[in-house]
Nanobody
């Protein structure tokens, strides 16, 4: 079973940077999709950044150009580098991993985001 543990949140001034980390275990390097989501009080959960085993990266419209997602295979750690932070980036940030299946022809199927970390708070003060 996959386990995810986030760290790196905290307070930062407008325009500052933070790097979030997510220590991951139990996933398959040849077939995965991992992501960062965030949720502010009273708002819906929002997808921030996504990465999969094909190296495809995707970002939410509000974070494109400012945030960078990466995966260190050697350290089994997912990162989110956040630059030019704004008050609107204030939220609880969650690391997530999708359930996957691999058939006997090694074809990878990405299912739903089923595994979640406990979250790390990011607060951007003006």
């Amino acid at each position: 079973e996959m386990q995810l543990v986030e760290s790196g949140g905290g307070w930062v001034e407008v325009g500052g940077s933070l790097r979030l980390s997510c220590a991951a275990s139990g996933f398959t390097y040849s077939c995965y999709s991992m992501a960062w989501f965030r949720q502010a009080p009273g708002q819906e959960r929002e997808g921030v950044a996504f990465i999969n085993h094909n190296g495809v990266l995707n970002y939410g419209d509000s974070t494109k150009g400012r945030f960078t997602i990466s995966l260190d295979n050697a350290e089994n750690t997912l990162y989110l580098q956040m630059n030019s932070l704004k008050p609107g980036d204030t939220a609880m940030y969650y690391c997530a991993a999708a359930a996957t299946t691999v058939d006997d022809r090694r074809r990878c199927t990405i299912l739903d985001y089923r595994y979640w970390g406990q979250g790390t708070q990011v607060t951007v003060s003006s």
